[in-house]
């Protein structure tokens, strides 16, 4: 089979599958290179001490799968559908509304290799990546058509928005590669601007240490008290960089069963994360994201959320 069947055939299998946009590109060095070091060494990354002891390997995806010729890279729709939000005080970063997207987007992707090994008859080596190996799959989305990365430094997509999980396959395969989009954000600075806590220190430049998201996810110390007014009532996550981009209007609510919500009983209630056991706390969510952050920092969370609530009703 020759490189433009075989790539149309991964396309095509990938789209019958449930993914969204796919595209594909080359393993070179992303250009944004000398850009994401600079960052690492003004110590932007915060607590992600991951991205730091890993930052050359990101830059070279041959330390990753040796044999790499062509990256496959796939995107799923998340868009929350407000009508489905759970109710409470609190609020949750959509994406973890769910099951953890880490799952079902692997499974997923392992079945897509292998009903392209028995379609089409080749055979090829392949690493499936998930946000957990050491890539930097928004560049490479980009890179491959998916996108653009927005000011806000996530990806953006002309009929998505900012709501895409992306995947990434390594392969040895040498692939026909699909043209980068153009940046579309021109003007707008609307995801700077909604920042509670300014953590956008410019277009495309993330301060983590400031970042809601990172503060309630990652950090696993005290967070400082002048940041936690700015939480408001974020219990995990945060989506306002996302939801106030312009190009939203063209998504549509995910269909994806994995990710409709689920513990939505509890999923928006600050009293429960404060006062929730290890055995509770695990088997409501060892399959969502907010396992990631585990039962102590989400009780946190949960008292600054609280004190927030306590503080704008007083005033």
Not at 133 to 161: H, M, S
Request: a positive charge; proline letters at 7%.
């Amino acid at each position: 089979m020759d490189r433009i069947h075989l790539s149309n055939a991964i396309k095509h299998e990938a789209r019958r599958l449930g993914f969204d946009p796919v595209g594909i590109t080359g393993p070179e060095p992303p250009e944004s290179a000398p850009q994401f070091l600079d960052w690492i060494r003004k110590g932007y990354h915060g607590e992600m001490l991951y991205l730091e002891q890993r930052a050359q390997q990101r830059l070279d995806l041959r330390s990753v799968f040796s044999a790499v010729r062509s990256v496959v890279v796939v995107g799923m729709n998340y868009a929350p559908d407000p009508t489905t939000a759970p109710a409470g005080k609190g609020r949750v970063s959509c994406y973890a509304w769910g099951k953890d997207y880490h799952t079902v987007m692997r499974s997923r992707m392992k079945h897509l290799l292998a009903r392209v090994r028995e379609q089409t008859g080749v055979s090829f080596a392949a690493r499936i990546c998930v946000d957990t190996a050491p890539v930097l799959e928004r560049d490479l989305a980009q890179r491959a058509g998916l996108g653009w990365i927005g000011k806000n430094t996530c990806l953006v997509n002309r009929n998505f928005g900012t709501w895409l999980f992306l995947g990434v396959i390594l392969t040895d395969l040498d692939l026909p590669l699909d043209m980068p989009q153009k940046d579309r954000c021109g003007t707008c600075r609307k995801c700077l601007d909604a920042c509670p806590t300014g953590a956008l220190i410019a277009p495309r430049v993330l301060d983590a240490r400031r970042c809601i998201s990172a503060l309630t996810i990652e950090c696993r110390t005290d967070i400082l008290d002048d940041l936690r007014p700015s939480i408001g009532i974020h219990l995990f996550g945060c989506d306002e960089c996302l939801s106030v981009c312009p190009w939203n209007r063209f998504s549509r609510p995910t269909k994806e069963p994995p990710f409709q919500p689920i513990n939505r009983d509890i999923l928006f209630d600050p009293p429960f994360f404060l006062n929730v056991g290890e055995s509770e706390f695990r088997k409501r969510f060892h399959n969502t994201p907010l396992a990631r952050a585990g039962r102590a920092a989400l009780a946190r969370n949960a008292a600054i959320v609280l004190n927030n609530l306590v503080e704008t009703r007083i005033d």
